[in-house]
């Protein structure tokens, strides 16, 4: 539930306070039947509400429960928990970190759990008789708003409960998605799956996909910002049908700084165009910045919202006139119309609405300077550009309400709304760099693949109601719709992310794995081309032991090296082995080596060939001692490759011969049997 608090004289809903003793009677009865049903079910609720403050909220303990609170910043239920906090301003959004006493966007998590069944039971059978004596007549309709006492008037908007069951998949035609990031920074985790959703829709329906570059923010965007993030994308596989670098690119401009006479023009037919109140949409304000800023700080310091009302707004044409004549600036503000309300079916959250005169003042459109404000941007470029769905971060909610005005102002149908909750991280606070690596680049860089990448995003917020947590990408394209997003946050886990990117490293083709890791070896100096044939021996040898491309770099040293002497000095386990009949195996090792029974390492077929041979010289040397074969093996693996466990020891081999050829350091086999036979003299 979203309340919308604002100051106000009337008292309202006093109206509404009349009951008949039948109908109270029902409701109890009702009420009792519901609490006996919820315990009944022996169920944990979760829901999430937001609200939407138009000053410091102040809410009375008799309303529903609630606690008083001087500000947003804390919790206002019990068991409840902060999700986010963004600031409105009148003129322009911005955002303020919890703490903030301004008025904004809060969200809340509240969780409830039900206590023992048997209760339930007792409370449901009696009241449910007692409901259907005592039933009432249909109650009335909730009052848009009602009183609460001092004056404070709250208008609420309500959103569709947490869904339980999913519905079907709506059946739809095709989408014409977009992505449109600000390139002030990386790409980031949250930023990726809004792209990957859109993306996926406009994939599943045979439609398009826009990319948009949002660079209005002239002094924070840059473009070396736009081709890392369009390269991370690239990196994903979100490729782009419609936007920068395209054929479509040659009949219309892409990136919003390159847009600026159609938003003018837009500008100036709001202006001319005249409202349902017989004045223009939109209008010239000449309120100097200093005029601006002393209405913020009263309303700050008051900690009352005020609607910004401009002394412009019902200016004559001739004062205008005059004002433009002496060439004054001026921004062009949008008239918000008296009692309009926006209202959505968001595919999310479901019905959402604003009381749009008693949320915001008149917003600007244009800046003194001229530029255009993000909202109006983004509401003309999505008309424009055709786009039928809108799907981000939830974070863009109240957007809505201003982009929602421009569009009816401009005679545009809007777009169908998604808006996908947030994620956080492991601490329950929203995701951000503290929490480790959240930017692609940075995924990329530690040796995560696009496809497990793509599989784990997915996941944030979305199932296919299934157990099935591995993807491949067509399958994902297959699976996924819209109508099962969640709306509670996603938590980002690390380790599930890098357990996922395992199993996706596990299905690749061998050369595939090889062309991934490459790059990571020669980086390392343990190659010296991204495709040596040490790479395809790497992903053979390594693909079953690591989650990240980048944990084969320290597989591949340690095989390449040799350290006997200082893993028997340091491990216990090997130590005690060496004390348990090795030098007598390792001699025979030795032997076995010097009469040239162990096969050639440069051979291609050496891993084979030395497992048949590891195979019958284990057999050969158990029976001659009396043990088992299969006990012999460790002390085999510490005679060839010095450690007490790794990879396969046949690849290891081969691995040393590839990085011989190349000039790669390393302890050749030669010299480790020179090294077993000094370890095996040594102290004699």
């Keep these: 539930m979203t309340l919308l608090m604002q100051k106000d004289t009337a008292t309202c809903g006093r109206e509404n306070e009349p009951r008949n003793s039948a ?32 000053q410091p909220i102040t809410v009375p303990r008799t309303l529903t429960g609630l606690a008083a609170y001087p500000n947003v910043a804390k919790p206002l239920y019990k068991n409840t928990a902060l999700l986010s906090h963004t600031t409105v301003d009148p003129d322009l959004s911005s955002a303020s970190s919890p703490g903030s006493s301004k008025p904004g966007v809060l969200q809340v998590q509240s969780l409830t759990t039900a206590p023992k ?40 908007m309500t959103a569709t409960g947490e869904r ?18 600000s390139p002030t920074g990386s790409l980031h985790v949250g930023g990726a799956r809004t792209a990957l959703y859109n993306w996926l829709m406009a994939k599943k329906t045979g439609g398009q996909f826009v990319l948009r570059i949002e660079d209005t923010d002239v002094a924070r965007s840059t473009r070396e910002s736009e081709d890392s993030m369009t390269a991370d994308l690239k990196w994903l596989g979100l490729q782009w049908d419609e936007g920068p670098g395209t054929a479509k690119e040659e009949e219309m401009p892409f990136r919003q700084s390159e847009r600026g006479s159609i938003y003018h023009e837009m500008a100036e037919k709001l202006m001319q165009q005249v ?55 001026y921004a ?80 545009f149908a809007m777009p169908t709304y998604a808006h996908c909750a947030l994620i956080l991280g492991e601490d329950g606070s929203k995701l951000s760099k503290r929490h480790g690596a959240t930017s692609v680049s940075q995924f990329a860089e530690e040796g995560f693949v696009p496809s497990a990448m793509i599989n784990y995003l997915v996941g944030l917020g979305w199932n296919d109601g299934t157990d099935k947590e591995v993807y491949t990408v067509e399958e994902i394209i297959e699976a996924f719709s819209m109508d099962r997003v969640q709306k509670s946050p996603s938590v980002f886990d ?83 082995l060496v004390n348990d009949g090795f030098k007598g195996f390792a001699a025979a090792v030795v032997g076995a080596y010097n009469a040239g029974e162990i096969p050639d390492p ?35 693996r510490l005679a060839m490759t010095g450690e007490m466990s790794g990879p396969d020891v046949g690849q290891q081999l081969r691995l040393v011969a590839l990085a011989q050829a190349e000039g790669i350091s390393c302890v050749p086999l030669e010299a480790r049997m020179a090294e077993l036979q000094a370890f095996i003299e040594a102290d004699e």
């Design 23 to 54: 109908r109270m009677a029902g409701c109890l009865a009702a009420g009792i039947a519901m609490v006996g049903t919820a315990v009944f079910l022996h169920a944990t609720t979760s829901e999430r509400q937001f609200l939407l403050t138009t």
């Design 117 to 156: 069944s048997i209760w339930g039971l007792l409370l449901l059978v009696p009241s449910l008789v007692l409901a259907y004596v005592w039933r009432s007549p249909k109650p009335e309709p909730l009052p848009e708003t009602f009183h609460l006492g001092d004056d404070l008037r709250i208008a609420v």
């Design 164 to 181: 339980t069951e999913a519905p079907a998949p709506t059946t739809t035609g095709p989408m014409r998605t977009r992505f449109a990031p």
């Design 275 to 329: 409202g349902s109140d017989g004045k223009p949409v939109a209008y010239k304000c000449f309120c100097t910045q200093e005029e601006l800023d002393a209405k913020k700080a009263k309303m700050e310091e008051s900690g009352e919202f005020e609607a910004f009302v401009s002394p412009w707004r019902d200016a004559s044409e001739e004062e205008v006139a005059a004002k433009v004549a002496a060439g004054e600036e």
């Design 332 to 411: 062009v503000r949008f008239r918000v119309p008296p009692g309009k309300r926006v209202e959505i079916d968001d595919i999310v959250r479901g019905q959402v609405g604003w009381d749009a005169q008693a949320t915001i003042g008149d917003f600007i459109l244009l800046r003194s300077s001229g530029v255009p404000v993000y909202n109006f941007c983004v509401a003309v470029d999505d008309a424009l550009m055709g786009i039928s769905h809108v799907i981000r971060a939830e974070e863009h909610l109240t957007n809505t309400l201003r982009q929602g005005l421009i569009l009816e102002a401009l005679e």
């Design 494 to 576: 690390m380790t599930k992310l890098k357990w996922i990117n395992g199993q996706h490293l596990r299905l690749m083709e061998d050369a595939e794995l090889a062309g991934l890791l490459g790059p990571f070896l020669e980086k390392e100096g343990l190659a010296k081309a991204a495709d040596s044939p040490i790479a395809l021996t790497a992903a053979v040898m390594c693909k079953q032991k690591i989650e990240l491309l980048a944990d084969a770099v320290p597989l591949v040293r340690d095989a390449l090296g040799y350290q006997l002497t200082t893993v028997v000095a340091e491990n216990k386990k090997a130590a005690k």
């Design 602 to 636: 440069t051979s291609a077929d050496f891993p084979d060939a030395y497992g048949t041979w590891a195979k019958g010289f284990l057999d050969e040397f158990a029976e001659t001692v009396g043990k088992k074969s299969k006990k012999l093996m460790q002390p085999l």
